[in-house]
C-alpha cells in the first residue's frame, strides 16, 4: 500500500515564526499536493507539484511557497505564519498511468494540524 | 473553475437505515467522480468512484450514481453501521487537470445505534 507520512501531527507556533510542513511518499507517485482542510469548506488545493523541483500553484497559495528536491518529499512552507493559517493541512500522493491501474487516485497522509498563537 | 456542492453538511441516521448524500459539479468536461471517507485523526481515503461513460456502480452496501445531464452525483450508503461514521467528501477531477480534484466541503455522517 501507498504510504503517505507527515511528519508533524501538531504544532504549535507563534505569528510571525517560519514554519516547514514535511510529507514523504513510498511508491514512487510523481504528483503530490498540499491541500488545507476546514469546517465547512472541504479540501482546498495550496500547491501541487507534478515532478522534482517542478511546482504550481493552487487555489489557496498566498501566504504559503513549497519544495520539492527530491521525487518522494514535498515540503510546505509557511514564511511568516499568521493566526488565520491555523488549520488542518493535508499531504496527497498520486501516480500516473491507466484509470485502472488507479490513477487519479489521491492517497492522503494522516493531517498536520497547526496551531498558529 | 470547477466548483462542487455537497449536501447535507451533517446528516445523522439510525444504524441499519440508509444515508444518501448529494453533489453537484459545474463544468460539463468533467469525466471522474471519487468519494472519500475520512475517519477520526486519519486522513481521507478513496471508498468509491466512477466515471463519466457508467451511470452506477456499487461496492457491497455503498453505491455512486451518476446523472451527467443534470450534473449531480450521490453515495448511497445501505444497512449503516456504526463504522460508516466518518466525514465523507466528493469530488470532481478538474479540466486544468494534471490530475487535480475539485472537492466539496464534505459531510458529517453520524450513525447511531
Known amino acids: 500500500d501507498v504510504k503517505v507520512t507527515q511528519s508533524s501531527r501538531y504544532l504549535v507556533k507563534r505569528t510571525g515564526e517560519k514554519v516547514f510542513l514535511e510529507c514523504v511518499q513510498d511508491m514512487d507517485h510523481e504528483n503530490m499536493f498540499w491541500y488545507r482542510q476546514d469546517p465547512g469548506l472541504g479540501l482546498r488545493l495550496i500547491y501541487f507539484s507534478y515532478d522534482v523541483k517542478m511546482k504550481e500553484k493552487g487555489d489557496i497559495p498566498e501566504g504559503y511557497s513549497v519544495s520539492r528536491e527530491k521525487k518522494e518529499r514535498f515540503s510546505l512552507i509557511l514564511e511568516s505564519a499568521s493566526t488565520n493559517q491555523t488549520s488542518m493541512y493535508l499531504c496527497?500522493?498520486?501516480?500516473?498511468?491507466?484509470?485502472?491501474?488507479?490513477?487519479?487516485?489521491?492517497?492522503f497522509g494522516a493531517g498536520s494540524r497547526l496551531t498558529v498563537l | 473553475g470547477e466548483n462542487v456542492e455537497q449536501h447535507p453538511s451533517t446528516l445523522s441516521v439510525q444504524e441499519g437505515d440508509s444515508a444518501v448524500i448529494k453533489c453537484t459539479y459545474s463544468?460539463?468536461?468533467?469525466?471522474?467522480f471519487p468519494w472519500y471517507k475520512q475517519e477520526l485523526g486519519k486522513g481521507p481515503q478513496l471508498i468509491i468512484d466512477?466515471?463519466?461513460?457508467?451511470g452506477e456502480k456499487k461496492d457491497q452496501r455503498i453505491a455512486v450514481t451518476l446523472n451527467k445531464t443534470a450534473k449531480h452525483f450521490s453515495l448511497h450508503i445501505t444497512e449503516t453501521q456504526p463504522e460508516d461514521s466518518a466525514v465523507y467528501f466528493c469530488a470532481a477531477l478538474r479540466r486544468d487537470s494534471w490530475g487535480k480534484l475539485q472537492f466539496g466541503a464534505g459531510t458529517q455522517v453520524v450513525v447511531t445505534p
Open positions: 463544468d460539463s468536461a468533467s469525466n471522474y
Open positions: 466512477i466515471r463519466s461513460n457508467v
Open positions: 496527497a500522493s498520486q501516480g500516473l498511468g491507466t484509470f485502472s491501474s488507479g490513477a487519479n487516485v489521491l492517497t
